[in-house]
């Protein structure tokens, strides 16, 4: 992945390998993980793990989240950005999605709303995407409206992982 993209306040370039120490303060945060399965992370390895799987994505699908680091501070935000989803999800599979994880001190700045404009743009202009999907947990407010101010249409209620109550969205 040799691209980067810039927001007013923010870096967006591909994560990597020495990221781990940041991830793993974001994954192993409890709060962080309250609408994403309640199962934050106990080992930096497991942050390792998970950052080799996207730069796995890099390589087959020329896509992946990318970190937000801020500009002025050279601090990691956390990672926002597109993934195609292989899986299926909701009767969907092979299809772009958009989505965002922040280290809690980062919450509530409009960071995540900021990155998600630039990558929805790349979407349609660069990568030309047909329709972009996101989800989130249904209480998950802070997404939602992030979806919502996008752009992005609510389409139905769905179960993640055969408990977990879902909202699904869609640009069209
Ligand atoms: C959800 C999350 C990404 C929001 O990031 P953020 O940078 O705080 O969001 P922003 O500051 O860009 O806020 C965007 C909008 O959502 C609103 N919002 C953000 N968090 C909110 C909350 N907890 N409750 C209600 N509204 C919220 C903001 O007020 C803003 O709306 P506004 O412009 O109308 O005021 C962040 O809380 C996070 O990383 N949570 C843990 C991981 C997670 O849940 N990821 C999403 C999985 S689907």
Redesign the pocket.
């Known amino acids: 992945m040799n691209f980067n993209l810039e927001t007013q306040r923010l870096l967006l370039r591909p994560l990597q390998l020495s990221d781990a120490d940041d991830m793993f303060i974001m994954d192993s945060n409890p ?6 399965g309640n199962n934050p992370l106990t080992s930096k390895e497991e942050s390792i793990g998970y950052l080799k799987n996207i730069l796995n994505q890099y390589e087959e699908n020329g896509i992946g989240r990318f970190a937000m680091i801020t500009k002025n501070s050279n601090k990691f935000v ?1 990672w926002c950005g597109l993934k195609f989803i292989t899986e299926e999800e909701n009767n969907h599979s092979h299809f772009y999605e958009i ?4 280290k809690e001190e ?9 990155a998600a404009k630039a990558w929805y743009s790349y979407a349609f202009t660069i990568l030309k995407v047909d329709t972009l999907y ?4 249904i209480d ?4 939602r ?2 979806l919502e ?1 996008l752009g992005l249409q609510f389409k139905n209620e769905y179960t993640w992982n055969n408990h977990i109550p879902c909202v699904w969205y869609a640009s069209k």
């Open positions: 709060n962080v993980h309250i609408y994403l956390g989505g965002y994880r922040l980062f919450w509530g700045k409009g960071y995540a709303y900021e996101a989800s989130a947990h998950n407010k802070g997404s409206r992030i101010k």
